[in-house]
């Protein structure tokens, strides 16, 4: 009596299923790569391939006259970076970028030291929902709200001016006066909002650094005679470091590359990300627009090689 085709299938398939899991549990390296290989190529060609791609055409040359691109090699782009126009709007928007920085990390710290000491259970949970719920509203909606609040009579110009912290603001974080009669058109309306939208990167980071502080640091700290400034100074600061910098990471490298809130809020003036946006759609010179691309990426990459130093990678 012979069997049908129809009969074995079913029965070797189940047999060839198990061949398949033995030979992946005996070598996990062969799983691992079969798991791996599928995004690490889409990261590799097509993150990876179109940065290339953009950052090759700053090599090309840019015909003012007919207003088109060849593909001559020229080193002319890069070198335009350094002229005082362009290398003013670079200093511009790090200056920016690490202010912002630091003032978040000054704004954070308490709130995160708060919630990671003294809070537990459902507060825990409510200064949780608080910080993040800004995050969950638009990004553009928050930028044109923020508009309205530094406008003539909004609530942001009459509290600073009121209590007159204008400048003290200025002496302090080293940022241009109002220079008009709205905080709306001032560099310093413009930090204000930045801090704003990045704050709750930064708070997050460093209430987890702060989570795994061991309270009996803190009473060996006191029980040695040390005042509570010293503790601070010599116990949980340094162990809140990475914490600090991996949310620095955050409000460093967002305002590095943000275009929306210069363009709406603050003083005529280009950003890195505005003079992208401006070159490649405007003008249309896109190898000047990839030359000003490499800025940030050059930036950033300089940025987490001394923030990785202090251990921000291992507080993310």
């Given at each position: 009596?012979?069997?049908?085709?129809?009969t074995?299938?079913?029965?070797?398939?189940p047999?060839?299923l198990?061949?398949?899991?033995?030979?992946?549990?005996?070598?996990?390296?062969l799983?691992?790569?079969?798991l791996?290989?599928?995004?690490?190529?889409?990261?590799?060609i097509?993150?990876?391939?179109?940065?290339?791609?953009?950052?090759?055409?700053?090599?090309y040359?840019?015909?003012?006259?007919?207003m088109?691109?060849?593909?001559?090699?020229?080193?002319?782009?890069?070198?335009?970076?350094?002229?005082?126009?362009?290398?003013?709007?670079?200093?511009?928007?790090?200056?920016?970028?690490v202010?912002?920085?630091l003032?978040?990390?000054?704004?954070?710290?308490?709130?995160?030291?708060?919630?990671?000491?003294?809070?537990?259970?459902?507060?825990?949970?409510?200064f949780?929902?608080?910080?993040?719920?800004?995050?969950?509203?638009?990004?553009?909606?928050?930028?044109?709200?923020?508009?309205?609040?530094?406008?003539?009579?909004?609530?942001?110009?009459?509290?600073?001016?009121?209590?007159?912290?204008?400048?003290?603001?200025?002496?302090?974080?080293?940022?241009?006066?109002?220079?008009?009669?709205?905080?709306?058109?001032?560099?310093?309306?413009?930090?204000?909002?930045f801090?704003?939208?990045?704050?709750?990167?930064?708070?997050?980071?460093?209430?987890?650094?702060?989570?795994?502080?061991?309270?009996?640091?803190?009473?060996?700290?006191?029980?040695?005679?040390?005042?509570?400034?010293?503790?601070?100074?010599?116990?949980?600061?340094?162990?809140?470091l990475?914490?600090i910098?991996?949310?620095?990471?955050?409000?460093?490298?967002?305002?590095l590359?943000?275009?929306?809130?210069?363009?709406?809020?603050?003083?005529?003036?280009?950003?890195?990300?505005?003079?992208?946006?401006?070159?490649?759609?405007?003008?249309?010179n896109?190898?000047?627009a990839a030359?000003?691309?490499?800025?940030?990426?050059?930036?950033?990459?300089?940025?987490?090689?001394?923030?990785?130093?202090?251990?921000?990678?291992?507080?993310?």
């Amino acid at each position: 009596m012979t069997t049908s085709p129809a009969t074995v299938a079913p029965a070797s398939r189940p047999g060839l299923l198990r061949h398949l899991s033995d030979l992946l549990y005996r070598k996990p390296m062969l799983y691992l790569s079969l798991l791996l290989i599928p995004p690490l190529l889409w990261f590799g060609i097509v993150y990876l391939g179109s940065l290339l791609a953009l950052l090759w055409q700053g090599f090309y040359t840019f015909d003012d006259f007919t207003m088109s691109v060849t593909p001559a090699l020229t080193l002319a782009n890069f070198r335009a970076l350094f002229q005082p126009a362009n290398f003013d709007i670079i200093q511009r928007t790090l200056a920016m970028a690490v202010t912002v920085s630091l003032a978040s990390a000054l704004l954070a710290f308490p709130i995160a030291y708060y919630m990671a000491r003294y809070t537990t259970g459902r507060i825990k949970a409510f200064f949780y929902i608080a910080v993040m719920l800004p995050m969950w509203a638009s990004y553009i909606v928050k930028a044109y709200a923020w508009t309205l609040l530094l406008a003539q009579g909004g609530v942001a110009h009459w509290f600073v001016e009121r209590l007159g912290l204008a400048p003290a603001l200025q002496v302090i974080l080293g940022i241009p006066g109002i220079g008009g009669s709205t905080l709306s058109t001032s560099h310093l309306g413009r930090f204000l909002v930045f801090v704003y939208i990045w704050l709750p990167f930064m708070i997050l980071p460093i209430q987890a650094a702060l989570e795994r502080l061991p309270p009996s640091l803190l009473q060996a700290s006191a029980d040695l005679g040390a005042r509570p400034l010293q503790t601070f100074r010599l116990v949980i600061l340094p162990l809140a470091l990475p914490g600090i910098a991996a949310g620095s990471i955050f409000t460093f490298c967002l305002t590095l590359g943000d275009f929306i809130v210069p363009l709406l809020v603050g003083p005529p003036g280009f950003f890195i990300g505005n003079m992208v946006y401006a070159q490649q759609g405007s003008i249309g010179n896109m190898p000047m627009a990839a030359a000003f691309t490499l800025v940030p990426i050059v930036l950033i990459a300089l940025y987490l090689s001394i923030v990785k130093r202090l251990g921000a990678f291992d507080a993310l």
